[in-house]
């Protein structure tokens, strides 16, 4: 009785785990469509900014 609750435990912080691992991989994601989703002309003038402050 006792190892199959162990077991049940285990199995549950493995799904823990792999749920934890699929949010955090979904937020990466979406910050770097987020990023690549920025406008041109703002990566220009950010870049022409921190060229003439430079």
């Known amino acids: 009785m006792y ?3 162990l ?8 799904n823990y785990s792999v ?3 699929l949010t ?3 937020l ?3 910050q770097i469509n987020l990023v690549m989703g920025i ?3 703002v990566q220009i003038t950010a ?7 430079a």
């Open 3 to 5: 190892t199959a609750n």
């Open 7 to 14: 077991t049940v435990s285990h199995l549950s912080l493995i």
């Open 19 to 21: 749920m934890f691992a």
């Open 24 to 26: 955090a991989s979904a």
């Open 28 to 30: 990466t994601l979406r």
């Open 39 to 41: 406008p041109e002309w």
């Open 47 to 53: 870049t022409y900014h921190w060229q003439k402050h």
